[in-house]
């Protein structure tokens, strides 16, 4: 009877505690489901401010260099010497191969020979002139003295023949004397004259200049023969090797400046009035570095290209480092329209509705929609001309989940 009292006693107490568990469990989800779950969509903001707003158009070009120079020899002929290998640098005037000159040599003798007798011949014909010249000169001296002495003696019997005195044979002997004397002169300075003829002497004068030119012309060849570097620069191919044949028809060797780059470039009508020489541009050459390398344009075409109809443009661009090789390929961002201090949005935050460009702003904890006028537009960021002021919070994230007066809260952006 004892035992029987206990048990009871323990169930009596376990039920108790079932009960009061009962009762604190249901009146804790009583008081759950009185508690009202807040409603709002999150969104993201972008408070209205002045941007700087940049519009670019990005083309492809390929790097070439101001200094691609071929070297071609001016005389063909077997190559005796190569000074320089691909990857030295040059200066001007070095010497990079020679050709031999064997049969150059030779003909340098031979036009050397043809000038000294050319120079004899000349030298000859001027003595020879020289000395006709002086007796040419002596004789119609002495021509006009003799004249005019027998003209004077015909004036002198005429004067006496008039007056009776002599007689008209002795007139006759002076008329007589005074034309033997102009004869025989006239044909002795005739003579003269045949021998001191200039065109013998410029006859001889011209092949002697014919002479020297050839003899000139023959060292100049002797020397193309030594070929040396036009330009100043990179030693980026080589054609020739000793032993082998040097043409005056092919290059032999090429040269580049590696601190001398410019791309190409071809712009459309509508974006070559947005250029100017001077503006500074970013090229990106991948093959290189994922960075921008700084460049200008260097040079801007008046006239479309016939072909293509489009407008040819120069970049030139700076390689200090001398990474960049012609022949690659390179990325030229322009800059095509630029604004300054002007309100814009990210661009995610315009909304076509009802045929009208809206925003929603944040007021309060609500949504409100504003109709806007834009400008320009980056892709990124877009001018608002009409219809913000400075500081509005401009939804950029869930602006298409949001209606006119919807609750809104504020998740990120710049008001967060």
């Not at 029987?4 to 006693?9: D, F, H, P, R």
């Not at 039920?15 to 489901?33: I, K, Q």
């Not at 060849?221 to 570097?229: D, F, I, K, S, Y």
């Not at 300054?340 to 935050?349: D, I, L, Q, R």
């Amino acid at each position: 009877m004892k035992n029987l009292t206990g048990i009871t006693s323990k169930i009596m107490i376990l039920f108790v505690v079932l009960m009061a568990g009962g009762f604190l469990t249901g009146c804790s989800a009583s008081e759950a489901s009185t508690v009202v779950e807040e409603k709002y969509i999150p969104v993201e903001v972008e408070v209205a401010g002045n941007k700087t707003l940049i519009n670019t158009a990005m083309l492809s070009g390929k790097i070439a260099s101001d200094t691609d120079v071929a070297v071609v020899p001016k005389v063909s002929g077997k190559v005796m010497s190569v000074n320089v290998k691909v990857g030295d640098l040059v200066n001007k005037g070095a010497v990079l191969f020679n050709i031999d000159t064997t049969d150059l040599q030779k003909q340098v003798g031979i036009m050397r020979a043809s000038l000294q007798l050319a120079e004899a011949s000349y030298q000859k014909n001027k003595e020879q002139w020289d000395t006709g010249k002086n007796s040419l000169d002596r004789t119609k001296a002495l021509a006009s003295e003799k004249i005019a002495n027998a003209q004077q003696n015909l004036a002198n019997t005429k004067a006496l023949y008039d007056a009776g005195a002599v007689a008209k044979v002795q007139l006759d002997q002076a008329e007589l004397a005074l034309k033997e004397l102009e004869s025989s002169f006239s044909s002795q300075i005739e003579q003269l004259e045949a021998q001191t003829s200039d065109s013998t002497l410029k006859l001889a004068e011209a092949q002697l200049n014919q002479a020297q030119v050839g003899y000139n012309q023959t060292l100049e060849t002797l020397g193309n023969a030594v070929v040396t570097a036009p330009v100043g620069g990179i030693v980026s191919e080589v054609s020739v090797t000793v032993g082998n044949m040097a043409s005056s028809a092919q290059p032999a060797m090429n040269l580049t400046n590696p601190n001398s780059l410019y791309s190409p470039v071809s712009v459309a009508e509508n974006l070559v009035n947005r250029l100017t020489t001077g503006d500074a541009v970013k090229v990106t050459v991948s093959s290189v570095s994922e960075d921008s390398f700084f460049g200008k344009i260097e040079h801007i075409s008046p006239s479309s290209d016939p072909q293509t109809k489009l407008y040819p443009v120069k970049i030139s661009l700076e390689n200090s480092s001398g990474s960049i090789k012609p022949g690659m390929f390179a990325k030229v961002e322009l800059t095509v329209e630029e604004k300054a201090n002007v309100m814009a949005v990210n661009s995610e935050a315009i909304i076509l509705k009802n045929d009208k460009t809206i925003v929603y702003v944040v007021e309060g904890d609500k949504a409100v929609a504003k109709e806007v006028v834009t400008g320009l537009d980056t892709g990124v960021n877009i001018e608002i001309l009409k219809g913000l002021s400075l500081n509005d919070k401009v939804i950029i994230k869930g602006q298409t989940l949001v209606g006119e007066g919807h609750i809104v809260k504020i998740v990120g952006g710049d008001a967060t």
